[in-house]
């Protein structure tokens, strides 16, 4: 066996023993935690199978499959008996680890999470098929909303309707804004970075759309821009220059600096949440890359499904 012969079966063991490292890691469970496994045959809770994917999750027509959340729900709800029981703290509750087949469909993973988060859990950690080293963490927040905030959650399902072909979507074109709503939302300064891509020709052109008045002082919200990226090159330099424009913004306000990172990371809404919005048949092998590049900038995820237009 030659010198490189040699090297490249150590380089290729060295990284198999550290993929199955991080998958122990992952898998390894602390008292309490849930681990939710689903792959394109069947799916397991802690180890215990379920059910067959196809016929208890693909064909339910809900973002919540009844079967799983009574199950999870179950679960939980033992857990926390448990622990009052022993006046121990339930906040460690709110975490769970979901690990997802890369062939498996978007829309069946945004089941999965949906059912795990209306029964109460909000933390969660999220694998995407064999890639147990890129493990990226999702935090949901239940937010009670205002009367404006209704109307912003509102406004934001009517932008995920016009991916394709658009520049801006104004407030005046959200016909199912009532004109009484506008003076509420005019004031809006969230980013609201908005990614999705859809398939074109032989390639993906991928799409953000985001709220510029955020970097314009003065100006009244007007809707949302898009922007459309024929290769991932291009994607990440407007990504990075965003990231850029956002950094500048913050370094520009009153008071330290580190101090107003902290508190932006803190919110919910701010920049450095981006929602990420598919339709229901791609697979989750594609967007893995775009949520690890998201991952290792930083971004708090958010998930939601688009029909297709």
Request: charged share 30%.
């Amino acid at each position: 066996m030659t010198r490189i012969s040699t090297y490249i079966l150590f380089l290729s063991l060295f990284l198999l023993a550290a993929c199955d490292s991080a998958k122990n890691e992952f898998d390894t469970l602390k008292e309490g935690e849930i681990l939710l496994d689903v792959n394109t045959e069947e799916y397991s809770l802690n180890g215990t199978v379920l059910g067959k994917t196809a016929t208890d999750i693909s064909v339910i027509d809900d973002v919540i499959d009844k079967p799983l959340y009574r199950e999870l729900c179950d679960t939980r709800g033992k857990f926390l008996e448990e622990a009052l029981g022993n006046g121990e703290s339930i906040d460690i509750f709110e975490l769970a680890k979901l690990h997802v087949d890369d062939n498996l469909s978007y829309v069946d993973f945004y089941k999965a999470l949906s059912s795990m988060y209306f029964c109460g859990y909000s933390d969660f950690n999220i694998a995407i098929g064999t890639n147990y080293k890129d493990v990226f963490q999702l935090s949901i927040p239940r937010t009670d909303y205002m009367w404006c905030g209704l109307v912003i959650q509102q406004m934001k399902r009517l932008r995920y309707k016009y991916l394709r072909n658009r520049q801006k979507l104004s407030l005046s074109e959200m016909s199912e804004i009532d004109v009484e709503d506008r003076e509420c939302v005019e004031e809006y300064k969230g980013l609201d970075l908005l990614l999705s891509f859809y398939r074109k020709d032989d390639g993906i052109a991928y799409v953000v759309s985001l709220n510029e008045t955020f970097f314009n002082k003065g100006s009244r919200f007007d809707g949302y821009n898009f922007y459309t990226f024929n290769n991932d090159a291009d994607l990440w330099k407007f990504i990075e220059d965003v990231r850029s424009k956002v950094d500048r913004q913050i370094g520009n306000m009153p008071g330290k600096k580190e101090d107003k990172v902290l508190r932006l990371l803190a919110n919910a809404h701010g920049p450095n949440k981006v929602m990420l919005a598919f339709q229901k048949d791609v697979l989750m092998k594609d967007i893995a890359p775009i949520v690890k590049k998201l991952n290792t900038y930083g971004y708090r995820l958010a998930f939601s499904i688009v029909d297709s237009n």
